[in-house]
């Protein structure tokens, strides 16, 4: 049984975090209370990904914090990731597994609750679920779900879910209320002043509503 904590989900965008920079940003994140870290960057060559991830990687080490590497599953490897995440166009769930092995978390993005349900839980450890809100940091997101739809998603997904999509410490309640496991959010804490103060704020309240 893999251990994972989805409560407070970063995940990093490299425009977003340019002032600080990913790595210090994620290192200040899991200061503040971040339980995992996903490296998302979608214009990287693999062997920019596994640079900056090997870096992740060392300022993670010892927080507690997992690190989960987006789409490049060559890069997830090389690296030593926690984790890999994938889109629906990205991959193949199975391919992907048998890629990977079997210790490695492997999560999936869901939009709509007939791909919820299609989850085999033998393969994917945990569903992306979104986008709940409009959000800038993903031009190509389906239409956003709201809360009602996220209850729903969550509901079908027969593993573990984490919600996405506009989400900030406003609305941790709702999120919990929903179903779903956590929260992933990045322009809360990715290019904020002061990323572990933002993270310490989403993570007090999750202590509030958490089960």
Do not use: W
């Amino acid at each position: 049984m893999k251990r994972f904590d989805l409560s407070l989900y970063l995940v990093l965008d490299p425009d977003l975090c340019a002032g600080i920079g990913m790595v210090e940003t994620a290192r200040l994140a899991a200061a503040g209370g971040a339980t995992m870290v996903q490296l998302r960057d979608k214009r990287a060559s693999t062997a920019s990904m596994i640079e900056t991830g090997r870096a992740l990687r060392q300022a993670l080490d010892r927080t507690g914090a997992l690190l989960i590497v987006n789409d490049d599953i060559e890069a997830a490897i090389a690296i030593g990731a926690d984790g890999l995440h994938i889109g629906q166009e990205d991959m193949d769930a199975r391919r992907a597994r048998t890629m990977i092995g079997p210790d490695m978390i492997l999560g999936l993005s869901v939009e709509t609750e007939l791909l919820a349900g299609a989850v085999d839980p033998d393969l994917v450890d945990y569903t992306g679920v979104g986008p709940v809100f409009a959000t800038p940091t993903k031009a190509d997101h389906k239409q956003p779900i709201g809360f009602d739809g996220l209850a729903k998603l969550v509901k079908a997904s027969p593993v573990p879910s984490v919600a996405i999509g506009g989400l900030k410490a406003d609305h941790v309640a709702q999120v919990f209320a929903a179903g779903a496991k956590g929260l992933a959010v990045v322009s809360a804490i990715c290019g904020t002043p002061d990323p572990e103060a933002a993270t310490r704020r989403i993570a007090a309240e999750i202590r509030k509503v958490r089960p």
